[in-house]
């Protein structure tokens, strides 16, 4: 069974850093790229970054290019997002996300709350 | 960046009546068209990949169409737990960008 387990939400002041983690299991992790996706409280999804399968390639959402960083450690199994300069639109749940190989998102993690505000 | 644009908004729906939901691409992703659902406090949950290729575990009541711009889902015969919200998703071209959602509630 595929499971993906986030870490690392909370409460943090504008301006400051916070890193979340994805553990990952019921698959083999270093075969798929993995992705975050976020929701803002009461809104829609909202795509936030990709990382390949062995880490080479990474895209970004512009809202948050130059501020946050993928990444992952197929050794372990998981998967990271480092967030800096957080402001208070970056104030949502964030989704661990594993996309079939073609694509689409075919398993998510029930999410972590990240709240900037002072 | 590719739009997506769902209507309508809310839908209200009797159970056990049918559901339309509708998305439409500013360019045209070909097939690449996916559904989630989602409940609330949930995470979202895949329906349909391919633009009408059911995930597992799908009912067959939910039914994908479309190709191109326009894309449907259907659901027919609403159950009680199909009251949540919808979002079409494109994977044709990155970044990959959700509709708004549509929410279906009960009339």
């Known amino acids: 069974e595929v499971q993906l387990v986030e870490s690392g939400g909370g409460l943090v002041q504008p301006g400051g850093s916070l890193r979340l983690s994805c553990s990952a299991s019921?698959?083999?992790?270093?075969?798929?790229?993995m992705h975050w996706v976020r929701q803002a409280p009461g809104k829609g999804l909202e795509y936030v970054s990709t990382?390949?399968?062995?880490?080479?390639?990474?895209y970004y959402a512009d809202s948050v290019k130059g501020r946050f960083t993928i990444s992952r450690d197929n050794s372990k199994n998981t998967l990271y997002l480092q967030m800096s300069s957080l402001r208070a639109e970056d104030t949502a749940a964030y989704y661990c996300?594993?996309?079939?190989?073609?694509?689409?998102?075919?398993?998510w993690g029930q999410g972590t709350l990240v709240t900037v505000s002072s | 960046e590719i739009v997506m644009t769902q209507s309508p908004a809310t839908l209200s729906v009797s159970p056990g009546e049918r559901a339309t939901l509708s998305c439409r691409a500013s360019?045209?992703?070909?097939?690449?068209l996916a559904w989630y659902q989602q409940k609330p406090g949930q995470a979202p949950r895949l329906l349909i990949y391919?633009?009408?290729t059911r995930a597992t575990g799908i009912p067959a009541r939910f039914t994908g169409s479309g190709s191109g711009t326009e894309f449907t889902l259907t659901v027919t015969s609403l159950q009680s737990e199909d009251f949540a919200v919808y979002y079409c998703?494109?994977?044709?071209?990155?970044?990959?960008?959700f509709g708004q959602g549509t929410k279906v509630e009960v009339k």
């Open positions: 391919g633009a009408f």
């Open positions: 360019q045209s992703v070909s097939s690449n």
């Open positions: 998703q494109q994977y044709n071209n990155w970044p990959w960008t």
């Open positions: 996300v594993k996309s079939d190989s073609s694509g689409w998102y075919d398993y």
């Open positions: 990382i390949s399968s062995y880490g080479g390639t990474t």
């Open positions: 019921g698959f083999t992790f270093n075969n798929y790229a």
